[in-house]
Nanobody, 127 residues
Framework: VQLQASGGGLVQAGGSLRLSCLAS????????MGWFRHTPGKEREFVAA????????YYADSVKGRFTISRDNAKNTVYLQMNSLKPEDTAVYLC?????????????????????WGQGTLVTVSS
C-alpha cells in the first residue's frame, strides 16, 4: 500500500491541525494504521495507532487527551486530529501501515511492525 500524508503547516501554540493520510489500493481495511513523528537528532517517535476496524486506538502519553486518531475505510484515509498543540509537537509526521493484527499499544508502537510508510508532513508549532 502507498501512503500520502497531508495537512501539516504552521500553527500557534494552543491551535489545532488535522492531518490526513490517503492510502492507495483496495486493501486499506486490512491494515492497522499508525502515526509517528520525527525531529532532527531524535528517533522516530510513536504518536498514535488505530486497528483495522477502527474500534481500538492507542496513544503515546505525550499526546493522550489532545490528539485523536480515526479512519474512514470507505475513503482509504486515516486522520490525526491534533488539538492544544505545543511547540514540542513540532515535527515531521508520518503515517504507516501495519499488515499484522495487533492487540495492544506495545506492538503498534514498534517501527518494525509497519510495512509501508508515507513521505511525511511538517507540523510547526510556534510559541
Amino acid at each position: 500500500v502507498q501512503l500520502q500524508a497531508s495537512g501539516g503547516g504552521l500553527v500557534q501554540a494552543g491551535g489545532s491541525l488535522r492531518l490526513s493520510c490517503l492510502a492507495s489500493g483496495r486493501t486499506f481495511s486490512s491494515y492497522g494504521m499508525g502515526w509517528f513523528r520525527h525531529t532532527p537528532g531524535k528517533e522516530r517517535e510513536f504518536v498514535a495507532a488505530i486497528s483495522r476496524s477502527g474500534l481500538s486506538t492507542y496513544y503515546a502519553d505525550s499526546v493522550k487527551g489532545r490528539f485523536t486518531i480515526s479512519r474512514d475505510n470507505a475513503k482509504n484515509t486515516v486522520y490525526l486530529q491534533m488539538n492544544s498543540l505545543k511547540p514540542e509537537d513540532t515535527a515531521v509526521y508520518l503515517c504507516a501501515a501495519a499488515r499484522g493484527e495487533y492487540s495492544n499499544y506495545y506492538y503498534y508502537s514498534l517501527l518494525g511492525n509497519y510495512d509501508s510508510w508515507g513521505q511525511g508532513t511538517l507540523v510547526t508549532v510556534s510559541s
